[in-house]
């Protein structure tokens, strides 16, 4: 039985270790492999994102945002807890070889014990060892307790900072694309950029957003279950406007900037795909979220603000094609994550994030002219 025991404390340690190594420390490829840290997000978002259900409108994005911090915490302490019973199983396997101070009774709860004060790095001395290899499993596990708490310390700033760069762009996104973002406002919001040099730096910008994004949340994935700061916006929903709007670049417009389109869209298709097969996410059947009628409009308005178009015939099928190749994987992504996608229009006409606060009025910056929808621009 000590035996089965000291195998299964080995077995259990060596996969902790490997898992924690390869969560916090090995950038990591797409894989499909069972590892702990996986089987701890699926069991535990699962019944989060069950319980926000029962809450509504910003209390219910409130009560998600609570889960990727948390989960970081209850991930750390799954860690340490599989680390100290495995070390608990092996003293244990090897006898017991313990002397209590006092002359209290010694047995696997007290290799537990034993295991950890000497993890944590207490050293309090009321458990001490009296074997040769009740002392070498102690050193040992003194060594990893201290690598493991090293590693932590170094781990969160990581985090912190890879959220910090995904949120600054998404923060720079409000005024260019509206809040929510859309791919038509953050056209129609170009239209008087001269030769589309603004649009083009502004597609090269999120062409490294999108990169960094993949490689941040495939080494780091719990990152993609951190929430922004404004419930109408998301990474997944920033992500999906860049690909929007770059679709409709490649298709209706010439230049430099369609060219920039086509590789900000590769980029960005390739962070949706590999991170859909991070959390197990199948490419699922989408809604309508451009119909005919909203497409006809969205040409008509850009065209009468003054942004060139081409005027070809497969216009709507060229488009739909390259919205399919993304389209089912954001989707299943925001099944998954519990977010809402962005519209291709606005549904309904609302400040942006930055011209609102808790005491002032919405603040609108001053008209440059008429529009065609005749109101008060926003720029």
């Given at each position: ?64 945002s609570?889960?990727g ?73 003194a ?38 973002p ?66 409709f ?22 962070a ?35 942004l ?16 399919r ?25 609302r ?14 910056l ?14």
């Amino acid at each position: 039985m000590r035996w089965l025991s000291g195998l299964a404390g080995a077995v259990l340690l060596a996969v902790v270790l490997w898992d924690a190594f390869e969560t916090i420390i090995l950038p990591r490829r797409v894989s499909g492999r069972i590892r702990l840290t996986k089987l701890f997000y699926r069991s535990t978002w699962t019944p989060w994102r069950g319980a926000a259900r029962l809450l509504s409108g910003r209390r219910r994005d409130a009560f998600l945002s609570f889960y990727g911090p948390l989960s970081l915490l209850f991930l750390l302490a799954l860690w340490a807890l599989g680390s100290v019973f495995s070390f608990g199983l092996l003293q244990w396997a090897a006898g017991s070889a313990m002397t209590v101070v006092g002359g209290g009774a010694t047995g696997f709860w007290s290799d537990v014990y034993m295991s950890g004060t000497t993890f944590f790095t207490l050293g309090l001395g009321d458990v001490v060892p009296r074997t040769v290899i009740a002392k070498a499993l102690t050193v040992v596990e003194a060594g990893t307790g201290f690598a493991f708490l090293a590693a932590v310390i170094g781990y969160f700033p990581v985090i912190y900072q890879a959220f910090s760069r995904r949120e600054v762009a998404i923060s720079l996104l409000d005024a260019r694309a509206g809040s929510p973002p859309s791919a038509s406002e953050l056209l129609w919001r170009h239209r008087g950029d001269p030769g589309s040099a603004a649009l083009t730096d502004l597609l090269r910008d999120w062409e490294r957003w999108a990169a960094d994004v993949l490689e941040s949340h495939l080494s780091y994935p719990p990152l993609a279950y951190f929430r922004s700061q404004h419930y109408n916006e998301s990474w997944l929903a920033a992500l999906t406007t860049i690909l929007d709007a770059s679709a409709f670049i490649i298709v209706g417009l010439e230049g430099w900037c369609a060219r920039q389109a086509e590789l900000t869209f590769a980029m960005a298709r390739h962070a949706v795909v590999d991170l859909a097969q991070v959390f197990s996410t199948p490419p699922r059947p989408t809604a309508e979220r451009l119909s005919s009628a909203q497409l006809a409009g969205l040409r008509k308005r850009l065209a009468s603000d003054g942004l060139g178009l081409r005027a070809r015939p497969d216009f709507e099928p060229r488009l739909t094609e390259l919205r399919r190749m993304y389209e089912p994987y954001v989707e299943a992504l925001a099944q998954h994550l519990a977010v809402p996608l962005p519209p291709w229009l606005r549904e309904v006409e609302r400040p942006d994030n930055w011209q609102t606060s808790a005491w002032d009025r919405v603040v609108k910056l001053p008209a440059r002219g008429a529009t065609t929808r005749g109101e008060e621009e926003h720029f």
